[in-house]
């Protein structure tokens, strides 16, 4: 081998390690996907019981749980320390890799008799922002059918003790079911949703 192709091998491998490098810093959005596995299931679904289903999430509403977070103004268990973890671009890369999953619902055992009460229920309060008996995640909200259930509990007694911000519109709806059907209005709505697949 000559000098100038010892050279240009050098140049040749140099490069490599930078672009290797380069790797091991941004990853791929189904390697950060993967780091979540543990807790919110294989690509997003869960296995329970208070860890929520990301599948089919809508980017805008993951990014802003994300930003709410990291700045410590949602009500977390561990989501706060996790997400201050994670760059805007990451969190960017998470947003797309969940927002394109189907979700795999588990079966939890909802009771079939509240579930029903708790299908009228949506209907007449909740319906207007969660589509689609609670499927959609158009509107920015999150995704309530097939949800696991114990994470809706804790999610709505966050919003109802004012620890989690709900919507001004949200809260009126809450309010009101509460005054008409007490807390077992709000527990036959979560049978409702985790009776959904
Ligand atoms: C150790 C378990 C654990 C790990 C790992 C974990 N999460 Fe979570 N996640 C939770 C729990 C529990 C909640 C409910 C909020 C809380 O108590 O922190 C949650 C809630 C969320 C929510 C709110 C969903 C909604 O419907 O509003 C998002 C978004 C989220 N996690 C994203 C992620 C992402 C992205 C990762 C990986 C980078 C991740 N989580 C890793 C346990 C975990
Ligand atoms: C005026 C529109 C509106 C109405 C009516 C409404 N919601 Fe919501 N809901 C939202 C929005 C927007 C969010 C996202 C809030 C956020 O995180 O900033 C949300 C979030 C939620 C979440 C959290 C989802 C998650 O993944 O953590 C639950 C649970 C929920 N709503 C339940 C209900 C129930 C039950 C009703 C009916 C009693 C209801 N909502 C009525 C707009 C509404």
């Known amino acids: ?6 050279v240009k091998n050098l140049l040749i491998v140099s490069s490599l390690t930078i672009s290797g490098a380069a790797f091991a810093v941004t990853p791929s959005a189904s390697m950060l996907g993967n780091t979540c ?3 919110h299931g294989t690509n997003g679904s869960s296995n329970g019981p208070a860890t ?9 509403y993951f990014i802003d ?8 103004s949602r009500p977390a268990t561990i989501m706060s320390r996790i997400a201050k973890g994670y760059t805007d ?21 909802a009771n079939a008799k509240k579930a029903r009460s708790g299908k009228k229920i949506h209907k007449k309060y909740c319906e207007k ?14 995704i309530l059918a097939s949800q696991m259930m114990p994470y809706l509990r804790n999610t709505i007694d966050d919003f109802i003790s004012g620890d989690r911000d709900m919507p001004k519109k949200m ?14 209005g709000i527990d036959q709505l979560i049978h409702y949703y985790g009776s959904q697949r």
């Open 65 to 72: 749980a994300m930003a709410e977070y990291k700045e410590d």
């Open 129 to 142: 922002c969660h589509e689609d008996g609670g499927r959609s995640s158009e509107d920015d909200a999150g």
């Open 37 to 39: 596995a543990g807790c």
């Open 52 to 60: 929520p289903n990301l599948a089919g999430i809508s980017s805008e």
């Open 1 to 6: 081998m000559n000098k100038k192709s010892i």
């Open 89 to 109: 671009e990451e969190i960017q890369l998470l947003a797309t890799f969940f927002s394109e999953k189907k979700v795999v619902s588990i079966d939890q055992s």
């Open 171 to 184: 809260r009126k709806r809450i309010k009101s079911l509460q005054k008409q059907k007490g807390d077992k």
